[in-house]
């Protein structure tokens, strides 16, 4: 089975830019949740989409916006860009709705905000 | 406000020393709690998970977690590390879809 691919990888904007964010969920799997790990943190919880449509928002301003396509793959889309959005952002999914689903991270795509 | 919290920011053992990472969580209701590992250079991985049932979970390599309840504690143990050990491990809880986790805890197990 394939994991959970996130790109781009590593990527630098300047403050006020939009950034989209890509993610392809494990095979097998219908729910996505992204997170925001900034440095020496632990991921804070962004969204999750289950089916298509958002299944739960964290404490993230509405710039922060998600898609999630048929095939399960998700976007992370990050309007007017701020310093402090520097961070790794992390893709996971799991399947079925329920939050306590077992979740299988990627790599992450880290994000430098200048 | 529903939060994990983990006290210990970075510990260093030497192989064969027994673990216990403490992790706390605040939570109203129903949680279910996990611990996670990232070794280096590796995705974020489970060890074990906690839903209901025994208090005492065992996940993989040996690890296992106690949940007590009227001590807001989920904490993680292990007997003996090894140097393939070393790694972050986060602490995380889940109520409603809304999962929280710790700051995470770096160790370090010197051969």
């Known amino acids: 089975e394939t994991g959970v691919t996130q790109s781009p990888t590593h990527l630098i904007k300047t403050r006020g830019q939009q950034v989209t964010l890509r993610c392809s969920s494990q095979s097998g799997h219908n729910t996505v949740s992204w997170y925001q790990q900034a440095l020496g943190q632990g991921p804070q919880f962004i969204f999750q989409?289950?089916?298509?449509?958002?299944?739960g928002r964290g404490n993230f301003p509405p710039r922060f916006s998600g898609l999630q396509f048929p095939n399960y793959s998700s976007e992370l889309n990050v309007n007017a860009l701020e310093l402090d959005d520097s961070a790794l952002y992390l893709c996971a999914s799991s399947f079925g709705r329920a939050g306590a689903n077992v979740l299988t991270f990627g790599a992450g795509s880290r994000l430098t905000v200048l | 406000a529903q939060s994990v919290s983990q006290h210990n920011h970075h510990v260093i053992l030497s192989e064969a020393a027994s673990l216990e990472l403490g992790c706390n969580y605040s939570?109203?209701?129903?949680?279910?709690l996990f611990w996670y590992v990232q070794y280096p250079g590796q995705h974020l991985q489970l060890l074990l998970k906690y839903f209901s049932g025994d208090p005492l979970v065992k996940g993989i390599k040996g690890f296992e977690a106690e949940f007590i309840k009227s001590k807001f504690s989920f904490n993680l143990r292990k007997p003996s590390v090894q140097w393939s050990d070393t790694a972050e491990y986060f602490c995380?809880?889940?109520?409603?879809?809304?999962?929280?986790f710790g700051a995470g805890t770096r160790l370090t197990v010197k051969p």
């Open positions: 939570y109203g209701g129903t949680v279910n």
């Open positions: 989409y289950y089916r298509e449509e958002e299944n």
């Open positions: 995380a809880g889940v109520n409603n879809n809304d999962m929280r």
